[in-house]
């Protein structure tokens, strides 16, 4: 195997930071072989495995990821999660969090429209799923998201984004009901096509 090959496979999936497919790692290194890239990981994922570390590659159906083992778990959740993603995505995330499932005319008006590129990126990184709804999405939280954060409960998700204005955000949701409720109690979920023009 082509060493330089491996190292740029390894480079791509700890850069990553999330599931990454053979065909994502072959676009993002531009180079076609993709059965040599599928033997980097299988080698690479045996190295790690060897050297008896706090790291592993590991594969699903999702793809693969360079990951900490689960003993060293409680000692990196030491480290404060937030640090990988801006403060705008956080808090994002936190009014999906807090009202999910929300739909996503709902997170634009509380936030602004810039948070429609959040969204792309917190279905990307597979916290969030969208489901079509009308002229808009219905999003929820996944299950990774509650694992990655070590969450279980709204407690844990008020105490996880206590720093990110939680009183102004619940205020614009709050603001956003009022403003809405009588098209709301109108017509159960039409509202929607009134509440916001959905990009396409």
Not at 117 to 137: D, H, P, Q, V
Not at 171 to 194: L, P, R, V, Y
Request: charged residues 35%; hydrophobic residues 35%.
């Amino acid at each position: 195997m082509d060493k330089k090959i491996k190292d740029k496979v390894e480079a791509v999936i700890f850069s990553c930071g999330r599931k990454i497919s053979v065909d994502e790692i072959s676009m993002i290194m531009d180079y076609k072989s993709k059965e040599a890239i599928q033997e980097s990981l299988k080698e690479l994922q045996n190295e790690y495995h060897s050297r008896d570390g706090p790291l592993r590659i590991f594969k699903d159906e999702e793809g693969w990821q360079l990951t900490i083992k689960e003993e060293f778990l409680p000692l990196v959740k030491q480290i404060n999660p937030n640090t990988e993603f801006s403060k705008q995505i956080m808090e994002t995330l936190a009014v999906i969090a807090w009202k999910q499932p929300i739909l996503q005319s709902e997170v634009i008006s509380i936030r602004t429209p810039q948070a429609y590129n959040e969204i792309k990126e917190l279905e990307k990184m597979g916290f969030i799923t969208k489901e079509k709804y009308k002229r808009t999405f219905l999003i929820k939280l996944t299950q990774k998201f509650f694992d990655y954060f070590d969450l279980e409960g709204m407690k844990d998700i008020k105490e996880l984004f206590h720093g990110f204005k939680e009183e102004d955000a619940q205020k614009k949701m709050h603001d956003f009901e009022q403003k809405h409720s009588a098209e709301i109690n109108k017509n159960t979920g039409s509202a929607e096509n009134e509440v916001s023009t959905e990009m396409p």
